[in-house]
């Protein structure tokens, strides 16, 4: 099997820990030779686990896309707002790009970097990796074979799950849509994506409403202070306690944060990094809950539920046919199918990976892999064209929310916002 070379554009959660350890499960079929990071400790840290040189690990993505190209593909994690340029001096530069959701906050940026892959005929794979889960690749294999009919209407929720909701999104490098996405793209693309993926069919038109409901300071305890460790009065009643999380049974959640994961190393950290803070006094923008209403080209209808006050992190979904239904629940891995004319249930239990997404992080990386070595010319599964249409139902869905739940016109909205 011909091995690939890879550069890997920022070090962090997703980089370092999603999709490099490919490379060291899977030594002879993936290589990753350069990487460029800024934080120090998480450079060096890469540099020792993947045995890089030191002329190949660069603090910037600048610093790396200025030399000639080193390898076959670049994987770029860096943060949403920071993908449109890496993105198209890479692929100028003759990579394979496989990049991290969402594209880009920006609808013109997203619809760019779709052209410039195809102008330098390279693969622009985006990170959907719910499509390479078992889960969601046998109930689409369903579907496409009739079992359950026509699809007449999908009803999907994402439990964000309050730990994840707390972590992410109000603390974390999600909280706020100016500095990285709407809820609705940097979480909920994925969703998006997924919709898309199983009706096959354009999305014509969506209404969505939702807001920032709980995490303010309207709801912070009585006499809380601005961080957790600065004697908070409510310690014993509230939640979201930090120390709570991130010491004892948290303490996994830690390393997302900091590379010391000492009790010190992790206090230091509460005391000192937007992780410590009060979760209702943070500079967080981001919605708690959203809804949105999708038409189909078909007439086909979807609604989409997003709520960060659920006990589990998953995804429930209900699949309604004109011959049958499908109802699953992603964490459970398990979906029934309903026959209506026999009235058979036939329960299919997929294979439970403990890999991140469920096997989908390892399988979009092996699946890149494989259209890479093969490449000549055409789409990947979760192409740049295929991420641009269910970016786009996210863009539009934010753009109703803002604005009291109009409807959008998707494809009014791709002509107003993005010249092509």
Not at 238 to 249: D, I, M, R, V
């Amino acid at each position: 099997m011909q091995k690939v070379t890879a550069i890997l554009l920022g070090a962090g959660s997703r980089g370092a820990h999603a999709y490099a350890p490919y490379a060291l499960n899977y030594p002879h079929e993936l290589d990753i030779i350069a990487v460029a990071e800024p934080d120090e400790d998480r450079r060096a840290a890469f540099i020792a686990a993947h045995g890089i040189s030191q002329d190949h690990a660069h603090a910037n993505w600048e610093e790396l896309l200025a030399q000639p190209k080193l390898a076959d593909i670049a994987i770029i994690c860096t943060q949403d707002q920071m993908h449109y340029e890496p993105t198209l001096k890479a692929l100028e530069l003759g990579y394979h790009v496989l990049l991290e959701k969402p594209m880009s906050p920006s609808p013109e940026e997203c619809v760019e970097m779709e052209l410039m892959a195809k102008k330098h005929n390279r693969l622009l794979t985006i990170c959907h990796v719910l499509r390479y889960t078992a889960f969601w690749t046998a109930m689409k294999r369903v579907i496409d074979e009739g079992k359950i009919g026509q699809i007449v209407s999908i009803q999907l929720n994402e439990n964000v799950g309050n730990m994840h909701m707390a972590h992410s999104f109000v603390r974390g490098n999600w909280n706020n849509s100016d500095t990285s996405s709407p809820m609705i793209l940097a979480k909920s693309c994925h969703d998006m994506d997924i919709l898309s993926y199983i009706m096959g069919e354009p999305c014509e038109r969506v209404s969505s409403f939702g807001s920032l409901m709980h995490f303010n300071a309207e709801n912070a305890p009585e006499g809380a202070p601005a961080r957790c460790l600065d004697g908070c009065p409510a310690e014993a009643s509230c939640q979201y306690y930090a120390p709570k999380y991130y010491l004892g049974s948290g303490r996994g959640w830690s390393a997302k944060f900091t590379t010391d994961t000492s009790l010190e190393g992790i206090l230091e950290a509460l005391r000192t990094t937007p992780y410590g803070k009060c979760v209702y006094r943070s500079d967080n923008n981001v919605v708690d809950h959203q809804v949105v209403n999708m038409e189909f080209a078909s007439g086909a209808t979807a609604m989409f539920s997003m709520c960060g006050f659920t006990r589990d992190n998953t995804r429930i979904v209900q699949v309604m046919g004109t011959k049958g239904e499908i109802r699953g629940n992603m964490e459970e891995h398990t979906f029934t199918v309903h026959d209506f004319v026999t009235n058979e249930q036939n329960v299919i239990h997929v294979h439970a990976s403990e890999e991140g997404h469920s096997g989908g992080d390892v399988g979009i990386v092996r699946s890149f892999l494989r259209e890479v070595r093969g490449y000549a010319g055409g789409e990947s599964e979760s192409s740049a064209a295929a991420s641009v249409r269910s970016h786009l139902m996210a863009f539009a869905a934010e753009e109703s929310r803002v604005n009291g739940g109009k409807p959008i016109e998707i494809e009014q909205f791709y002509k107003k916002l993005v010249k092509v």
